[in-house]
T-cell receptor, first 112, second 113 residues
Framework: AQSVTQLDSHVSVSEGTPVLLRCNYS??????LFWYVQHPNKGLQLLLK??????LVKGINGFEAEFKKSETSFHLTKPSAHMSDAAEYFC??????????FGTGTQLKVEL | EAGVVQSPRYKIIEKKQPVAFWCNPI?????LYWYRQNLGQGPELLIR????????DSQLPKDRFSAERLKGVDSTLKIQPAELGDSAVYLC???????????FGDGTRLSIL
């Protein structure tokens, strides 16, 4: 079965410190993977996507993710957290047919 | 460009009542999606349209849910009758075509009393 697993339901960091949100995938072939962010009472916004062109993907707002096939991982990182980064983050998998399969989400809290 | 517009933003109804949600996708986007997002979970696809044709509705509970996309632009999602378990956020998304990134609206938060 093809799926994504977000390893942490909640992550808390201090403003200015690095962010790491973990995602592992399970797929029998090379997947397309995305990270979306959802601020409270808002829809989802695409942060970045991996579609096999490059393993290190740069997204908006300083986020990036690295596709590691050997570890079946697609972790999201940011060097320095900002208060405005507080939101829920979803790792998303898509196979054929453009159907998005969402992870269960990671709530990021940024403290002063 | 204008984003995906959904209305209403919030809806509170009593169980067994009907309810409808409306979505206006980004202009020129041929593919439209409806998702349901339960509290604390990621969205789950209910139905996908390619223009006016529903091409994936396998997750739509057809006994009470219906959707339409007349003229391949705006879409409505209806629930009749609503049940307590239908309380959720209903998200609409659109993409230029299949395989392109999906753009989401802000959703309709439905509460069933």
């Amino acid at each position: 079965a093809q799926s994504v697993t977000q390893l942490d339901s909640h992550v808390s960091v201090s403003e200015g410190t690095p962010v790491l949100l973990r995602c592992n995938y399970s797929s029998s072939y090379s997947p397309s993977l995305f990270w979306y962010v959802q601020h409270p009472n808002k829809g989802l916004q695409l942060l970045l996507k991996y579609t096999s062109a490059a393993t290190l993907v740069k997204g908006i707002n300083g986020f990036e993710a690295e596709f590691k096939k050997s570890e079946t991982s697609f972790h999201l990182t940011k060097p320095s957290a900002h208060m405005s980064d507080a939101a829920e983050y979803f790792c998303v998998f898509t196979g054929g047919g453009n159907k998005l399969t969402f992870g269960t989400g990671t709530q990021l809290k940024v403290e002063l | 460009e204008a984003g995906v517009v959904q209305s209403p933003r919030y809806k509170i109804i009593e169980k067994k009542q009907p309810v409808a949600f409306w979505c206006n996708p980004i202009s020129g986007h041929n593919t439209l999606y409806w998702y349901r997002q339960n509290l604390g979970q990621g969205p789950e696809l209910l139905i996908r349209y390619e223009n006016e044709e529903a091409v994936d509705d396998s997750q739509l509970p057809k006994d009470r849910f219906s959707a339409e996309r007349l003229k391949g632009v705006d879409s409505t999602l209806k629930i009749q009758p609503a049940e307590l378990g239908d309380s959720a956020v209903y998200l609409c998304a659109s993409s230029l075509e299949r395989g392109q990134p999906q753009h989401f609206g802000d959703g309709t938060r439905l509460s069933i009393l």
